[in-house]
């Protein structure tokens, strides 16, 4: 029997004046799936300055975010002409993270470089 015949199946054996429960609807049982959401990503951006040297940038990026040297070089690049790029997306927690290295690793190298998170 398929799930639903299941369900019709035991709705009319508990109608049955004979059934456990005196014919009642109470002993049916309904099986659901919970949906789970999935839990939001934010994007984790590196903002242009005038005083990080790039070399350290890239070191950053491939340091913290596994980038590639070409791609942590074409990131950095975008940073510098835009003001700004996407490094990458994540989990709150893997984002905030992130964002905490990079900050952390920047003042202890005395660059004033900024990294920020915001929701997707």
Wanted: aromatic residues 8%.
């Amino acid at each position: 029997m398929t799930g639903q015949n299941f369900i019709f199946a035991t709705r009319l054996a508990s109608n049955h004046p004979d059934a456990p429960g005196g014919g009642s609807d109470s002993d049916v049982v309904v099986e659901t799936k919970p949906k789970t959401k999935r839990p939001p990503l934010y994007k984790v951006m590196l903002l242009n300055d005038d005083y990080t040297p790039m070399e350290f940038v890239v070191h950053v990026l491939e340091r913290f975010f596994g980038k590639t040297h070409g791609q942590a070089f074409e990131i950095m690049l975008t940073v510098h002409k835009k003001g700004l790029a996407v490094v990458g997306v994540y989990s709150h927690e893997i984002a905030e993270t992130k964002v905490a290295q990079v900050m952390d690793f920047a003042r202890r190298h005395q660059h004033p470089l900024q990294c920020t998170m915001e929701k997707e």
